[in-house]
């Protein structure tokens, strides 16, 4: 293969103001679908821009390269987790309930078959292109993190938690909810269904203000 182009470490804007933001988020939307159907290096701009309705040029004018319409639908997915997160950490309910809502949130979105097929795609292009697996995950999973980090020192700024490392300790968190990740992006378990996702959070939850907890 040849080599990849120099991308940004800072994922593609979800959407851009101005005329062109309509038809660039129709070819985002249109591009995660044959990304999807086909794997990565099974995806052509060609076949993207025949998906989205308009010329190779026209899918240039937005995206410069494979890589950066792929962040840019990675982006997307992001975007609306965190913009959640952030919701629910910013709400008036106590501990525990926030906590469960996030990891509520957290295990549905990383669970789902097409959050799974997306993984699958970036870890089988991490050693071609590591440029665009690194900036997926410094704007996807570690963004995730850092804002879960700063409600969790929040709360221990409040006396309800005893952290001394926010970071880490969202990164428990979130490791305990998501206990079936390896097995899902193996193929092994299929998404898990409503009662396992709750039995999972909840158990998540009691672990963690068991060694957090006040």
Known sequence: MGAVEKISSTLPPVAERGAD???????????????????????SMAAIAARSGCSKGTLYNYFVSKEELFLACVAKQCTALHEAMSELASSSADLPETLTQLGRKYVAFVSSDDTVRRFRVIVSEAERAPEMSRAFYANGPAQGHAKLAAYIETAAREGKLNVTDPLRAAQHFLALCDRRSKA???????????????????EAVRIFLAAYGR
């Open 21 to 43: 933001a309509e038809r660039r988020a129709l070819i985002v939307d249109r591009a995660e679908r044959v990304f999807l159907e086909e794997g990565f290096a099974g995806s």
């Open 184 to 202: 899902r992006l193996c193929n092994v378990l299929p998404t898990p269904g409503e009662a396992s996702l709750e039995e999972d959070v909840s």
